[in-house]
């Protein structure tokens, strides 16, 4: 299996831009995870979709941010507008949850610098 | 809230020799635990979990010690090779949730050859 892919890898862009980034799960998971890394704050969950259904956004930061996910085998992130404190790392992961948390299977990440 | 707890401490080795990683948690309640590697420009990835049932765990080169008395849990790598350079991430799961993973901020492992 490829794993899970994101796209873009880097992304650049100015203040008041609006940022889509993208996810591939792993085939077959059930359970989608858009996580936010900073050196600040760490690792932050944003939104966790099951069967493609939005289960807990409270991760979402503000309205800028919204996740959708509408089939098995794709997700995206959008932040509009983008602000400089959006600047981050944002990962993607998947797994299959069937009743108790295991292991995520994490992308490599999309690296977002808002100027 | 209640959180792990690292604040990306370093540990530097000889390769060769074994490291231990510290995580001290505060939630009383997690049952499930898990260590994450990251190695530099890539997603974290998974090593090994245990459930709060358990006080090790062992996998291939790596232990994993829970003791919940202290809400403390480690991670040893035996025989630390330079690919073991990275960060590492302690993640726990409140009880009751089936998906929340609360990250610590990470342990920066380096080996010196």
């Known amino acids: ?91 993607c992961a998947s797994s299959f949850l069937g009743g108790q948390v295991g292991e995520l299977f994490f992308g490599e990440g999309s690296r977002l610098t808002v100027l | 809230g209640e959180s792990v707890g690292l604040h990306l401490p370093t540990l530097s080795v000889q390769e060769g020799d074994n490291s231990i990683i510290n995580c001290a948690y505060s939630n009383s309640a997690s049952d499930y635990f898990i260590w994450y590697k990251q190695e530099s420009g890539k997603g974290p990835q998974f090593i090994i979990d245990i459930r709060s049932n358990m006080d090790k765990r062992q996998g291939q080169r790596v232990t994993v010690l829970l003791n919940k008395t202290v809400k403390h849990l480690s991670l040893q790598i035996a025989a630390t090779q330079p690919g073991d350079s990275a960060v590492y991430f302690c993640a726990e799961n409140p009880q009751g949730s089936n998906y929340k993973l609360t990250f610590g901020k990470g342990t920066l492992l380096t080996v010196n050859p």
């Not at chain 1, 858009?34 to 309205?63: A, C, H, K």
């Not at chain 1, 996910?69 to 959006?86: C, G, H, V, W, Y």
């Open chain 1, 1 to 91: 299996d490829a794993g899970v892919i994101q796209s873009p890898r880097h992304e650049v862009t100015e203040m008041g831009q609006e940022v889509t980034l993208r996810c591939k799960p792993i085939s077959g998971h059930n359970s989608l995870f858009w996580y936010r890394q900073t050196m600040m704050r760490g690792l932050e969950l944003l939104i966790y979709f099951n069967n493609n259904v939005p289960i807990d956004d409270s991760g979402m930061p503000e309205d800028r941010f919204s996740a959708k996910m509408p089939n098995a085998s794709f997700s995206t992130l959008k932040i509009q507008p983008s602000e400089p404190r959006d600047s981050a790392v944002y990962f």
